[in-house]
Nanobody
Framework: QVELKESGGGLVQPGGSLRLSCAASGSISSVNFMGWHRQAPGKQRELVAIITRGGTINYLDSVKGRFTISRDNAKNTMDLQMNGLKPEDTAVYYC???????????????WGKGTQVTVSS
């Protein structure tokens, strides 16, 4: 069984910082891209940041310069450092990854259950 588990969400004031973490566990042979998505109430889920195994990174325009994504390929983990948080960053943040299970030949897309980030004074 493979699982993606997020941690690090919470309540923060505008201008504050939070660090989200995602850990992939189970019988994993390889992890391709990993990414963070978010969904605010009444809005569609959107891609916030994505990082490939080789380290290529892309960000949602509205978070560029404020958020930093990173990963540890040896540990199958990924972080999202969020600085300068704004009320419009309030959402449930989801970890997403394409990974290959042990003894299989194809990559499958997995999602975590999400962690709430609330930016409010």
């Amino acid at each position: 069984q493979v699982e993606l588990k997020e941690s690090g969400g919470g309540l923060v004031q505008p201008g504050g910082s939070l660090r989200l973490s995602c850990a992939a566990s189970g019988s994993i042979s390889s992890v391709n891209f990993m990414g963070w998505h978010r969904q605010a109430p009444g809005k569609q889920r959107e891609l916030v940041a994505i990082i490939t195994r080789g380290g290529t990174i892309n960000y949602l325009d509205s978070v560029k310069g404020r958020f930093t994504i990173s990963r540890d390929n040896a540990k199958n983990t990924m972080d999202l450092q969020m600085n300068g948080l704004k009320p419009e960053d309030t959402a449930v943040y989801y970890c997403n990854a394409d990974l290959r299970r042990t003894f299989t030949s194809t990559y499958v897309n997995y999602w975590g259950k999400g962690t709430q980030v609330t930016v409010s004074s």
